[in-house]
RNA sequence: GGCCCCAUGGUCAAGCGGUUAAGACACCGCCCUUUCACGGCGGAAUCAGGGGUUCGAAUCCCCUUGGGGUCACCA
């Protein structure tokens, strides 16, 4: 039989890294076992759906570059996999459990509900619905109707057992019926059913084999059990995956600012897809050796369950970067080019040919962790005259500095050819005529011309600012 | 608070009863280099505490402590 998995966020916001991490999880073991991976919209809280936000799951999805067998835009034939569109089939089963008898409606008020918890609370207890609606008459139906009130669909949990599992990355969790809270919410009144319903049935019918999710959600699987067992259903497996944790210990808040955790936020300041898809790989599970970078086919061959983390862990920026980095160095200037563009602005590439442009990448390339980095980094080849830092500026103060200057100068005036073969002997002339050598005679230079003693090789700056540019900039700054 | 989960350097982590307790990021030195970076070499830094079990415990068990998750008509 082949193994199933499923990723299935709910559209209210933004691809997190978290959730990034569940679906990539998700999504190298079912690759892993030769499985399918499906992506399922569960979006049965129809308050908070955004517009728009499955379609950028999706795309954010596949830009890190995990890619589903089965779901809404390519369907499959376990649909749909969008939790709105299957409310038929979710009405089927309450129905079902309804003539079990283990499902019926509660007419119960928020407020009424949350008196109760409030008052279990104050007394120390466990907050637990009463069973109030359990045995309504039909008179008292009628009144409630009459009154206008809208029923919720409640689970009778009259289970008194306690619930067990094997978790897939924890081992045997076991839980007392009491914690369960009572007979639990199905169907809202509004009619959508409840994730733990929604989910239940969705899991079963599309025939997922193994549920591998955030440990939020253990809490709410021995409710799911119940489910199972009351629809005569053989539950899936069960995994549940420690959490990433923010800079303060605790699970990422989409609110907290202070660590930048949504997908397309890296994807903007030019992170790689295989970084970030490593990165993540690597947080909460490891294969065991020394490696580091692996690409998409090695994590598929390396993953397995056994191997991730029971643990929490913190999300690394600085690992990140450094891997990103990595990844950078590794690409040809050429690819990159296409994803630097968006950074820069018309008015710098204005005559710019894509050759000199990969060219200008490359220079700096292995210097930079993120490609936004670039513009402001590489920003003197776009102006005229760099204007010149405070260390340059002291450098091209010094008598010995503007030697070597108008030495060059001279040279760079009187060459006809300007390449790297031409150029070389070029700064021989000026260490003869100046006696100077090493930082002596190529700090004023790269100071006259790039504005700054620090920078990307001189030689290559040189030739790819051009001669005349060259000239422009070294008779800018001799006094 | 109840229930549940977790615990190796600052961080990611290897380790599954016998190791000088790997490796990486970050940090600090040094080297390479026309600068910055890259790279190389080296350094500092960890088994939360206490009990057991065992000839032997980071590894197994218990307790304590600490951290976290969850207690919705959110997922």
Known sequence: MTVRLRYAPSPTGHLHIGGARTALFNYLYAKHMGGDF????????????????????????????????????????????????????????VEVLKEKGLAYHCYCSEEEIAAERDAAMAKGEVPRYSGHCRH????????????????????????????????LIRGELVFEPSGLGGDFVIVKSNGIPTYNFACTIDDHLMEITHVVRGEEHISNTPRQLLLYQALGWEPPHFGHVSLILGPNGKKLSKRDESIVQFVEQYRDMGYLPEALFNYLALLGWSPGGEQEFFNKDELIAAFTLDRVHKSGAFFDAARLSWMNSHYLKQQDAANLLPLVQPLLTDDQVQGLSNEWLTEWISLYQEKISQLDELPQMGASFFVEIPKLDEEANSMLNQETAQQVVKSFHEQVKNTALWTEEHIKPIFKTVQSETGKK????????????????????????????????????LESVIK
């Open 38 to 93: 499906i992506l399922r919209i569960e979006d049965t809280d129809l308050e908070r759906n955004i517009d728009r936000a499955a379609d950028e799951f999706a795309k954010n999805l596949g830009w890190l570059g995990i890619v589903w067998d089965e779901g809404p835009d390519v369907g499959g034939k376990f649909g749909p996999y969008i939790s709105t569109e299957r409310l038929s089939i979710y009405e089927h089963y």
């Open 136 to 167: 309504l008459t039909a008179t008292q139906i009628s009144e409630y109707e009459a009154m206008g009130r809208k029923p919720v669909v409640r689970f009778l949990a009259a289970n008194d057992q306690e619930l067990r599992f094997h978790d």
């Open 438 to 473: 090493g930082k002596d005679l190529f700090m004023p230079i790269r100071a006259a011309v790039m504005g700054s003693l620090h920078g990307p090789d001189l030689h290559r700056s040189l030739i790819l600012l051009g001669q005349a540019r060259v000239l422009t900039r």
